[in-house]
């Protein structure tokens, strides 16, 4: 009689795991081919600004995130210095882990863009890549923090933020 009430714990134990993981999963789907965002990879920009390369301690990403944290901008994430400067590079920041810096004049093309969807929110983001890779250590990044997200809400692409990014004109 007394298993009967541990095996009956064990399974109530199990469920209540399985909810918790669904409520938190998020599905990643590419959706590089679908009509709106199909002419953006391959696309080439140049960094009108300093900004970090970063992973946030509270929720890992898959790639490291780039942002700086401008007052006022449309995008900017508060949780990094205000002034882009190698010495916080590694520094120990209560809710930030800064790995890089991208510099200003630095040109990256986008890869690749992917949806993320959970219970809570679905966002819409871009992979790049910098163009000189040379001793880079991450081979993708993530734009989340550099794009505008207005135009999501009508189901059309977010776009780089003027203020970050400018699109490279080839002839």
């Known amino acids: ?9 064990i399974g109530v134990g199990l469920v209540a795991a399985f909810i918790f ?3 938190n999963a998020v599905k990643t789907t590419y959706v590089n081919g679908l009509p709106e ?3 953006l990879p391959g696309r080439e920009f140049i960094f ?3 900004c970090y390369i970063f992973k946030f301690k509270a929720h890992d990403t898959v790639w490291p995130l780039v942002g700086a944290n401008v007052p006022g901008a449309a995008m900017s994430v508060p949780d990094l210095p205000a002034d882009v400067s190698p010495k916080f590079v590694g520094a120990d920041l209560p809710a930030v ?3 890089d810096i991208a510099h200003t004049g630095e040109r990256f093309r986008i890869v690749s863009v992917r949806r993320d969807a959970s219970r809570r929110r679905t966002q ?4 790049i890549v910098f163009l000189n890779v040379d001793g880079r250590p991450y081979p993708r990044m993530d734009a989340y923090w550099i794009l505008d997200h207005t135009p999501e809400q009508h189901g059309a692409a977010p776009t780089i933020l ?4 400018v699109e ?3 002839k």
């Open 37 to 39: 965002y199909n002419q």
């Open 1 to 9: 009689m007394k298993w009967k009430w541990i095996f009956l714990a």
């Open 97 to 99: 882990r800064i790995l």
């Open 48 to 50: 009108e600004r300093d």
């Open 168 to 170: 490279r004109v080839m």
């Open 162 to 165: 003027p203020d970050y990014a």
């Open 21 to 23: 993981w669904q409520a």
């Open 124 to 127: 819409i983001t871009f992979e």
